[in-house]
């Protein structure tokens, strides 16, 4: 008999891993990748980056504007001067704004201002200031920015 139990107990086993394998759950097949009849398109190539529409040529610091709006530029000054940011463009553009911001050696903010740019071609756009009772002597730092971003920067000297 013990046979025949031994016998049972197999075929209980085997019945069960039947019934098991049986009841699992069948996986969702993948799709099949479609048929490839025609090749895949080759990427786009990228658009080159648009060229900047404004774009600042020099920054000269002087004491005196000329009829075309140029400024002589000038390493010296006098307390007494008014000095004269000059910021070329090229370019177009409407309603931008050219910031000029004049810095003391010791980082101390001596004069800020701007102004509105409004150009189809090359120009020129000047800043001034002033100051009555006049500038103290030492080194400064005109900086320029265009829409904020920085564009230049000419150092002096007032003596």
């Given at each position: 008999m013990k046979k025949t139990s031994l016998s049972s107990a197999l075929m209980i086993a085997v019945i069960g891993a039947v019934a098991l394998v049986g009841c699992k759950k069948k996986e969702e097949e993948a799709a099949p990748p479609p048929a490839a009849s025609t090749p895949a398109p080759a990427p786009a190539p990228m658009a080159e980056p648009a060229a900047p529409a404004l774009s600042v040529t020099s920054v000269t610091v002087g004491n005196t504007v000329a009829a075309d709006?140029?400024?002589?530029?000038?390493?010296?000054?006098?307390?007494?001067?008014?000095i004269v940011v000059s910021v070329k463009t090229s370019g177009t553009a409407n309603n931008v704004t050219v910031g000029a911001k004049l810095t003391y050696q010791d980082g101390q903010v001596a004069g800020e201002q701007s102004a509105t740019l409004n150009a189809t071609d090359t120009g020129t756009t000047n800043v001034e200031f002033t100051k009555p009772?006049?500038?103290?002597?030492?080194?400064?730092?005109?900086?320029?920015?265009?829409?904020?971003?920085?564009?230049?920067?000419?150092?002096?000297e007032v003596k």
């Open positions: 709006q140029s400024v002589a530029p000038v390493a010296m000054l006098g307390t007494k001067d008014k009772s006049g500038w103290p002597a030492g080194k400064y730092t005109a900086d320029v920015t265009v829409d904020g971003k920085s564009a230049g920067s000419q150092q002096f």
